[in-house]
């Protein structure tokens, strides 16, 4: 086991590089660079540039290099750990993140144990009722959840909230809040306002996971095992959260691999549609703006996280189930 | 009454003691789906005397682990116990050889409730078709008996394991503190069978269930398990009901004989009776499907004419008819034979014995076709 984890973390700084040049390749992909959108964004506004502020500011930025070089000055500033410099803000991109990191983390994490709190009682549930009127609203309630897009979720809910209550439910915090220091009231203001998104980002989730969940338990309840079990004495009960929720865990165990990177990239649209202040939006932004470096770097810290996740997915799932965990001795 | 519920034998005395450990008087259990009603067990009866053995015996499908299952109430929920009684002498403390007992009726209860749930695992034990599948494949072996242990004893994690790693070492398994923690795939078949036997007998239990315990292993190693449960029957007077396809198997095991049919006993008796004087034309034919003696690759499977009907699609009449040498027009496909005595303890259901028929309540049943539920 151990062998294999050290093969598998030996093979990352490859697979990073692999991404680096792949992420790199995809954000310079677009016509042109920062400058070109930087000058029409102010000649949209009504002011200019002369070529030789232009030159100026290529030569800062590094856009008069060739393509390759203007990798490997972002490759050594990557390996300093600047992650390099964005050129819309003109602050190392370490920066940018690390100020929403915070807020991106608490949101996605209080999706994540929203998601697992609802879908597994609600799978175990549906399995073991099957076929009963709770069954069928769950399914029914399930495939909305799937199918609905959770951008046009969290419209509804704005829009709802705003027309009944006259609340206003987008970003995190009250308006006094919003620039306020940490403090206790802040905290409270926070609890207050992330309900609403962390239903939104965790709905789908919850969703898929409560029909997965179903569906393992299903194919675990009619093993000849809990049979024995029921003959030697156990209540259904018992049988059934010792057992098959065990096993049926096991294939939930792999979601942390995606799910990991989905948690850094803090649900672009609906972040963008709630005003949610995490990375998202930054995200989004710097791909328009062809901040190429801050896009690039946001980007890759989502792969490592990628990389990671399985990895991570991989060990949980061989210390849930012995038999990988001999396979791979 | 219909004479199909009658015991067995008659205790002589009054005392519990004489009475059976075990009765299961016509019982019934069907599954109910969108294709139809299966009549899997359809008016069994056998009784099973304390420290003997009741040899199970019928071709695949018979009904043989249905009825297993159904006196254990653990059907699964597609299926229901139509009719029937079944009766098991319990003791209130199953460690004491003096203990107490009163007569409890397991159709009764429900199947979730805890007076069955005691009674399961400490005074029936099963010994279930598939040792692939006893035991859950992310638990140790151990964990498993060291569960059922806890569940019926008063005693500590520290005393359930001593008691398991006894258990293991009295079935004939070597090194049994280090297998005790081996995961059932890790084991040989053979090993699996005798853990699945410990399993069994850790809680001390005067009913073994045991459904064809030897049909997934090799056969000197089926030899050797069967010479093992024989063994710890006679050292411990463990009642087995023992389930086989095998004949061979039965003439070696059991005391009693019964013989399904299509849900249904064609005939019972006490072992030499069935061996040397079978009367009804189905048992014959089993008989004469084995193999002799000296021929040593027996037949699991014991080739009869014909095909076992399907299970929506009863045959009227005597269950067996389509495929009977003796078959009368007019009589067998007419009424269905009732479990009629012919001797001491040898019951048959043929008309070739008794003209008597199941009752007209019976018959009325039987007459319902099997596909009712099936528009
Ligand atoms: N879960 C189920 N759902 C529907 N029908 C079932 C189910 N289990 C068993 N049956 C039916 O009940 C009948 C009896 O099955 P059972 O398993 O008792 O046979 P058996 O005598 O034990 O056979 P074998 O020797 O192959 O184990 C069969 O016709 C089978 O098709
Ligand atoms: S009742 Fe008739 S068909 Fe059935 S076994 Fe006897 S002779 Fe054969
Ligand atoms: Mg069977």
Known sequence: MLRYILQRLLLIPVLLFLFSVMVFALVQAPPGDYLTSYIATLSSSGSSLDQAEIEALKAQFGLDQPVYIQYVRWIQSLLRGKLGLSLEYQRPNVELIAERIGLTLVLALSAFVFTWIVAIPLGIYSATHRNTLLDYLTTVLNYIGVATPNFMLALILMWWAYSQFGLSVTGLFSREFEQAPWSFAKVIDLLKHIWVPMIVIGMAGTARLTRVMRANLLDELNKPYMTSGRARGLSEWQLVMKYPVRLAINPLASTIGWYLPEIFSGSLIVATVMNLQNIGPLLLRSLINQDMYLAGSILLIYCFLAIIGTLLSDILLAWLDPRIRMEKT | ?375
């Open chain 2, 1 to 375: 009454m219909p004479s199909s519920i009658k015991p067995v034998t008659q205790p002589s005395a009054s005392s519990l003691s004489q009475e059976p450990l075990l009765r299961v008087e016509d019982l019934k259990a069907y599954f109910f789906m969108d294709e139809g009603t299966v009549r899997a067990v359809d008016g069994v009866s056998f009784d099973v005397f304390p420290g003997k053995v009741v040899g199970i015996v019928g071709e695949s499908g018979c009904g043989k682990s249905v009825t297993m299952k159904a006196i254990l109430q653990i059907l699964e929920p597609s299926a229901k116990i139509i009719s029937g009684k079944v009766t098991l002498r319990s003791r209130f403390n199953s460690l004491d050889p003096d203990s107490p007992e009163e007569l409890v009726e397991l159709t009764g209860l429900h199947p979730d409730s805890r007076k069955i749930r005691k009674i399961r695992g400490s005074e029936i034990a099963l010994i279930p078709q598939e040792p692939m599948a006893a035991f859950s494949p992310v638990y140790t072996v151990g964990n498993h008996i060291i569960e059922t242990i806890l569940l019926h004893q008063d005693v500590s994690k520290q005393e359930a394991r001593q008691i398991a790693i006894d258990v293991f070492r009295s079935v004939g398994i070597s090194m049994p503190e280090q297998r005790i923690d081996s995961y059932s795939w890790e084991l040989s078949g053979g090993l699996r069978q005798r853990a699945i036997i410990a399993m069994a007998l850790s809680c001390n239990p005067r009913l073994l269930i045991a459904d064809e315990p030897t049909t997934a292993i090799d056969v000197t190693t089926q030899a050797q398990i069967l010479k093992l449960l024989r063994k710890l029957q006679e050292e411990r007077q463990t009642s087995i009901i023992f389930i086989t396809h095998d004949l061979g198997v039965i003439a070696q095991m059991a005391d009693e004989v019964v013989v399904m049919y299509l849900g249904m006993v064609m005939e019972k008796g006490p072992v030499h009776t069935i061996f040397k004087d079978a009367k009804h034309p189905y048992t014959q034919a089993l008989l004469r499907s084995i193999p002799s003696v000296q021929s040593t690759p027996r037949l699991k499977l014991p080739t009869i004419a014909g095909s076992i009907a399907h299970p929506f699609n009863r045959p009227a009449g005597c269950p067996f008819h389509p495929r009977c040498k003796h078959f009368m027009r007019g009589v067998c496909d007419a009424s269905q034979p009732a479990l009629a005595p012919i001797a001491e303890g040898h019951f048959v259901s043929c008309f070739l014995y008794s003209s008597e028929s199941m009752s007209p309540v019976a018959t009325g049943r039987q007459a319902v076709p099997a596909t009712e539920n099936n528009p």
